[in-house]
């Protein structure tokens, strides 16, 4: 049976929108599991989350790009966008963001880019659509692909993605912008993998033994966290940028069953993960030391001047300020 993104985060309704590759599979019509409580760990953000821009299909990948007077990029990967939001208003930045042609052809069901990151003089974009990860030009917003495929064969769906201080894109490759998921009949690889790209465009492979589908790197670059249908999962990194080892970080039953999706690590090294209710934060030892609620499925966050949040949420995305004293203050990176 295909597991969709929805009830990969356990948030799966009555109501689920459909988009132009038609309905999601049945999987997907199930129950909505209750909000989860936590009495016992602090909301890091000064009262609650305002909604900034709304309307989108499936919003994804926000990234801050530029300084105070940036603006917040962020996908609408069903609606094969990235919008650009300045403060007042979200305008489209790049259109299709994905999949080039028209129709979408009933093969894809996400046919935009999903995870943003900014990096080799250019916007990345994990390109779910195209099966690709792909730069888009600043100026001029040509869209260029860096890699579509592992040993001749193409990428089920790139998910999200991070960069390191080297130049080395990590991103996941599930297959959920694929219409029937792991059973597409166009899936060329037989599993789900986390790689690495190298400057030179080189593709490594990581594991093929997750679920994939968020993905953060620690501030030192020496941790690669993962997010699976166990939890969030952490490899510890050699100097080669490959993986020396691999444990269970955040096991899913110790946050009432919620699994991730998007993520992001401060600067102190604490991981800023959505599941289900809202955004969890870990701490570098993986303790649960901070919970964001908000309604509705949330699926990536990102961090903007003036010590904000940003959290895309479904068909929309809302900010809250974090703060001053969560954590000592920490430093956050953006």
């Known amino acids: 049976m295909g597991i969709d993104r929805r009830t990969f985060l356990c948030a799966a309704g009555a109501s689920l929108v459909l988009g132009a590759a038609g309905a999601w599979p049945a999987a997907a019509q199930r129950p909505q599991m209750p909000p989860p409580s936590f009495p016992d760990v602090p909301n890091p953000l000064e009262g609650d989350v305002e909604v900034i821009a709304s309307g989108f299909v499936w919003c994804e990948g926000p990234v801050w790009l530029g300084g105070e ?27 299709p963001s994905g999949f080039q042609g028209y129709p979408v052809p009933y093969t894809l069901q996400e046919p935009g880019s999903n995870g943003l990151a900014l990096g080799r003089g250019g916007l990345l974009l994990a390109d779910s659509g195209g099966r690709a990860l792909t730069r888009v030009d600043l100026s001029t917003r040509e869209r260029t692909v860096i890699v579509d495929n592992y040993q001749g064969k193409r990428f089920n769906s790139p998910n999200d993605m991070v960069l390191s201080r080297t130049g080395d894109i990590y991103f996941t490759d599930p297959p959920f912008g694929l219409a029937g998921v792991q059973n597409s009949p166009v899936r060329e690889m037989s599993y789900t993998g986390v790689f690495r790209v190298t400057p030179d465009n080189t593709v490594h492979l990581v594991s093929d033994k997750l679920f994939p589908n968020g993905i953060a790197l620690s501030p030192d670059n020496k941790i690669l966290y993962v997010t699976d249908s166990t939890g969030w999962v952490a490899f510890d990194l050699g100097a080669d940028g490959m993986p020396t ?69 479904d068909h929309q995305v809302v900010r809250g300020k974090i703060r001053a004293d969560f954590a000592g203050g920490m430093p956050i990176r953006y």
């Open 69 to 95: 007077d940036g603006i917040l990029l962020f996908s609408d990967v069903k609606g094969n966008a990235v919008y650009g939001w300045d403060g007042k208003q979200a305008t489209p930045f790049r259109a």
């Open 245 to 313: 080892g691999q444990r269970l970080f955040v096991a899913s039953e110790k946050v009432q069953g919620a699994r991730g999706d998007g993520m992001k690590a401060d600067a102190a090294g604490n991981i800023w993960t959505s599941g289900r209710g809202g955004i969890y934060v870990f701490s570098p030892q993986g303790e649960h030391i901070g919970f964001v609620p908000i309604s509705g499925r949330v699926s990536n966050c990102a961090f903007g001047p003036g010590k904000y949040l940003y959290v895309t949420n």
